[in-house]
């Protein structure tokens, strides 16, 4: 128990220094050093049996602080002293249970809980900032080895590098310190400024820097060659001097690796995508983000744009409205929040609302940029236009604004996910909505069809119920003859004498019938089917959410869509732009045949790929060669070599970790220096991991039939059967 007291006092400012330093080796040692020191202190291995009888002292107090008695021989106590032996002795025995072990773990509970409360809210609010240290000067010391060009000895002694620095420094936005580093390979942000100095114990001849097949010279100032340069993409680079006998040395290859600063990261939690707010209710949403990013936020803001009005009276109001929380620049994590209050919009019934949220870093001269997914909220409208003529005259049933069905799937859906939320008559009520909206579209595409609107007036109801009860309420109305009724048979003219017209007109086939609703619309008789089975499909969907199923309304409404998907496509006109307007066409030539002023055309093209690696699939063969007999390097395969490492450059630029040293390897190739096999084993390995396949060429290939082959392959394919 002592041994676990102590590891919970260790773990705490453990987890502390991990979250403000990021580091779990840092976080180990904290924990090593505070387990060492407290078992040190508290020395768990020295328990004894005075320690044992203090704990139960404690703990029980009926045995009146006596427990120390069974500790001693019976030969140096008294008889009361004995006679309290055996009384502690039946106390302990009679209590044995309720004594528990001596050790407390309260306060070492407290207090790594503290730590670990104080290392959380450090770790959310970014209180502490550690800058990555991407190239470490702390690194083993790297000494820049030139090696000769030649590899004929010579007697002169070339000169030596004395000393090398690096100095890398960061853009200033990134708050990241510069440094001084004798470790050649870099790994740093875009925009980074890099500044090599090689001081010899002599001055050569010339110093020069090579990267990607150019050369830089470098400036000689105060004994020290210099060059200054600001990363913007990864490569690779070299230095080559010259001594006084015009012999040439070069160094091993060193990588740059250069990434980009990443936009920020915006994360925004318990938000829905759509809300809707009905006008008598408050309009407010809570918006709270979470904000990151790899060198420092610079602003932050949410744009919010208002739409009033619909159709062609649109109008749209953007503006950017702040966080509740001042943004800090340079903070790599900021959590901010902002409640957006619609009536302060200005938002009325029926305005709909846009927002996202918009982050920038500090890069200079052009910030990075982040927004995130768009958010709507609606105020919905719960005024419908309708009118009437006279009380009796047809009415406009239809709903100034009416749902697509996209938008009904959208709803339903939602419905559906909110049915454990909502009560059984809001559930009902929402879907009987749904259904009456379902019946509009259904409507609304009826009218292509030439369909009759459903709605009838309270006129033509209140028409038909008077002359309804009118015969039923005159009792001689079977026996009386109604002049003005009974003949209008013979006044109107029925559907009928109309078919029996159009079947003796012989050009009822060429005309389009008006009165035939089918017939009255622009469409194709497959588009029609379509769409009629669409609008049946639409009374299913209706009937579902009517019986306040929408689930079942689903699969309907799903194929009611597509239908009408597949409407649109169809009825679509297409016109291509015609670029060429052919000249007029002679008629005293036409159908002649003569081809005199007729020129004919031909055009011959010679097409070939262009492979990206030739020169190391060449450089491959070459080194098989070379295995053979390495003392035949030719000036012509050196240049191969070159070619070979500068393919291999660009495919490196990605990896430069995995190709430095056969790109090194290639650079020596091009040099009078003797290789081994093995090394030429091994990059000929590497050019072939790193070499493209090529894509097959149609062309006609040659083989060699007889009979023999051609009755064995007949033999197999006929076994196949």
Request: charged share 25%.
């Amino acid at each position: 128990m002592l041994w676990l007291k102590i590891g919970l006092f260790a773990i705490g400012p453990a987890v502390l220094v991990f979250f403000i330093l990021y580091s779990p080796l840092w976080a180990i040692v904290v924990f090593l050093a505070l387990f060492g020191l407290l078992t040190v202190f508290i020395k768990p291995w020295t328990i004894s049996l005075n320690k044992v009888s203090n704990s139960v002292d404690h703990q029980l107090s009926s045995i009146e602080n006596s427990s120390g008695l069974l500790l001693m021989p019976n030969e140096k106590l008294s008889g009361v002293a004995r006679l309290q032996q055996i009384k502690v002795s039946k106390e302990l025995e009679k209590h044995s249970e309720e004594i528990k072990t001596g050790v407390k773990f309260g306060k070492a509970i407290i207090f790594s809980s503290v730590c670990i409360g104080i290392g959380f809210i450090i770790y959310q609010f970014q209180l502490f900032e550690v800058s990555p240290n991407l190239n470490s000067p702390a690194e083993q010391e790297e000494i820049i080895s030139f090696k000769p060009m030649d590899s004929i000895v010579t007697e002169s002694v070339p000169p030596k590098l004395e000393e090398q620095q690096l100095i890398i420094t960061y853009p200033s936005y990134t708050n990241i310190a510069s440094f001084t580093t004798s470790q050649m390979n870099v790994k740093a942000v875009e925009g980074t400024r890099l500044t090599w100095k090689l001081k010899f114990d002599r001055k050569p001849d010339s110093v020069v820097m090579e990267s990607m097949e150019n050369q830089y010279p470098m400036e000689w100032s105060n004994e020290i060659y210099t060059r200054s340069s600001t990363i913007t993409a990864s490569g690779f680079y070299n230095f080559r001097f010259r001594d006084e006998q015009n012999t040439s040395y070069t160094s091993d290859l060193y990588s740059i690796e250069a990434f980009e600063d990443q936009s920020p990261v915006i994360v925004i939690n318990n938000l829905k995508q759509f809300a809707t707010f009905k006008i008598d209710e408050e309009k407010n949403i809570f918006l709270e983000a979470l904000l990151t990013d790899d060198f420092g936020l610079g602003n932050a803001y949410i744009i919010a744009t208002v739409s009033k009005g619909s159709g062609e009276s649109v109008k749209f109001r953007e503006e950017k409205l702040n966080f509740k929380e001042a943004i800090i620049a340079g903070r790599k994590k900021q959590r901010l929040s902002r409640t957006i209050n619609l009536d302060a919009l200005k938002m009325e019934a029926g305005d709909e609302l846009y927002f996202y949220v918009e982050a920038l870093d500090l890069k200079r001269p052009r910030p990075n940029k982040a927004r995130s997914e768009t958010y709507f909220a609606v105020i919905q409208d719960t005024t419908t236009n309708s009118f009437t003529v006279e009380g009796s005259m047809g009415a406009d049933l239809m709903p100034e604004y009416f749902r697509s069905q996209r938008q009904l799937i959208i709803d339903t859906e939602k419905l559906i996910a909110d049915r454990q939320k909502l009560s059984k008559e809001e559930f009902n009520s929402e879907s009987n909505n749904l259904g009456f909206d379902q019946k509009s579209l259904r409507i609304k595409y009826g009218q292509f069809m030439g369909d009759e609107t459903e709605g009838v007036t309270e006129g033509q109801i209140a028409e038909e119920t008077s002359g309804n009860e009118s015969d039923h309420d005159d009792p001689l109305a079977e026996y009386t003859h109604d002049h003005d009724g009974d003949n209008e048979h013979n006044l109107v003219e029925t559907e009928e004498t109309h078919e029996e017209e159009d079947s003796n007109n012989p050009l009822s086939e060429y005309l389009h019938n008006h009165y035939d609703p089918e017939e009255s619309t622009l469409f194709s008789n497959a588009l029609k089917s379509k769409l009629r089975q669409a609008l049946n499909i639409m009374w299913d969907a209706e009937l579902h959410l009517r019986m306040y199923a929408p689930e079942k309304s689903l699969p309907y409404q799903y194929k009611a869509l597509a239908l009408i998907q597949e409407i649109k496509n169809s009825a679509r006109i297409y016109v291509h732009r015609i670029g060429f307007d052919p000249p007029p066409i002679k008629e005293e030539v036409r159908l002649t045949g003569e081809l005199e002023e007729v020129s004919s055309f031909r055009k011959k093209e010679n097409l070939e790929e262009t492979d990206a690696n030739k020169a190391m699939r060449r450089a491959i063969g070459r080194l098989e060669e070379l295995m053979k007999n390495p003392e035949t390097i030719t000036e012509e395969d050196k240049k191969l070599f070159e070619n070979a490492g500068d393919e291999l450059a660009i495919i490196a630029i990605n990896q430069p970790g995995k190709y430095l040293k056969t790109l090194q390897q290639l650079k020596s190739l091009t040099g009078n220096i003797k290789i081994s096999e093995q090394t030429l084993n091994e990059v000929q390995r590497i050019l072939l991991e790193a070499v493209s396949q090529l894509e097959p060429n149609p062309a006609k290939k040659m083989r060699f039939e007889d009979q023999l082959n051609k009755m064995v392959l007949e033999e197999l394919e006929r076994n196949d059967r």
